[in-house]
């Protein structure tokens, strides 16, 4: 490698792993800022169900793609990765290394490699099928998506509705199964990619996510949902520890079974996480109590 050659440190895992403290650690040592690549920390108004870093800790390291946009906004992956390029064009011209940390791998992805170019959203054909799911369920449209496109059915998170109707939208669309236009290329990119992923013993990534459900709980989480109830149709808010505390305001469920339900949905989303990342050979793997080792493979990577 060139001595000139830019590096962007990865730091991804499942959700409560460490990933926000490790990173604030390595940017410290490395001297360099952070980029967040947790498509919910993106909104200003979702904070404690989001785990975002504290004050001090962002003003302690620069943080980027925190609290930029609101949940009645949008920000797509192939949107981040147009912006993120554009910031790390700045950013690489006083760091050789920057950190990009997170839990979304599809946004992840974004930056490393790229994203296909697929169509624009349809307002018509998206406004239909969420009202279809509105009044229909999550069973419909996924239902829906098998018919339209069963490789993709098989790939793809089938609890998350944003990524079906996405799906089927561009099925919609384009008249072509989405999985035949999802090229999987990867771009070009002016640096190089050092990945790292975050894992524990199962017992104990449970117990810290069950331990940050009740810390939230006692954050105030519930009152900063029903804050957003206004907005609790919107995309940004069908997510883990808000749609299950809508269902308690609503009368649905009782509030400790909200908030087991918040561990339960949390603890298999960390398993949709470490299975996603499983599938990149491309990571290393490492505690998050192995800061030391992580530092030396840092260093050998970058020459």
């Not at 440190?9 to 990173?23: D, H, M, N, R, S």
């Not at 939208?169 to 008249?175: A, R, S, W």
């Not at 206004?230 to 997510?239: E, I, Q, R, V, W």
């Not at 269902?247 to 949709?272: P, T």
Request: hydrophobic share 40%.
């Amino acid at each position: 490698m060139s001595v000139d050659t830019k590096y962007l440190i990865v730091v991804a895992g499942p959700t409560a792993i460490g990933k926000t403290e490790l990173a604030i650690k390595l940017a410290k040592e490395l001297n360099t800022v952070v980029i967040s690549a947790d498509s919910r920390q993106f909104y200003k108004e979702m904070s404690i169900g989001t785990a975002k870093p504290h004050y001090t800790e962002l003003q302690n390291v620069k943080h980027y793609f925190i609290d930029c946009i609101s949940v009645k906004e949008e920000l797509n992956a192939g949107t981040f990765e147009k912006q993120v390029l554009k910031l790390l064009d700045e950013l690489f011209i006083l760091h050789k290394q920057v950190i990009l940390v997170g839990g979304s791998g599809m946004y992840i992805n974004s930056i490393v490699k790229g994203v296909d170019e697929l169509p624009e959203k349809n307002e018509t054909i998206r406004s239909h099928l969420n009202k279809e799911y509105e009044e229909r369920g999550l069973y419909f449209i996924q239902e829906k998506l098998k018919e339209l496109d069963l490789e993709y059915y098989n790939q793809v998170d089938i609890q998350n509705p944003q990524r079906i109707i996405r799906a089927i939208e561009i099925c919609l669309i384009t008249g072509k199964k989405y999985s035949e236009l999802r090229k999987n290329t990867h771009k070009n990119r002016p640096f190089v990619s050092i990945k790292m992923a975050l894992n524990m013993e199962r017992d104990k990534l449970y117990e810290r996510i069950n331990l940050r459900v009740d810390k939230m709980m006692n954050d105030g989480l519930l009152d900063e949902v029903i804050e957003l109830l206004p907005y609790k149709k919107l995309n940004a808010l069908n997510t883990v520890g808000y749609k299950e505390l809508f269902d308690y305001i609503e009368g649905k469920l009782k509030l400790e079974e909200a908030v087991e339900l918040i561990k339960k949905n949390s603890r298999n989303y960390a398993k949709r996480q470490l299975t996603w990342f499983r599938k990149d050979n491309e990571y290393m793997w490492f505690n998050p109590n192995q800061f030391e080792q992580i530092c030396n493979w840092i260093k050998i990577q970058i020459v």
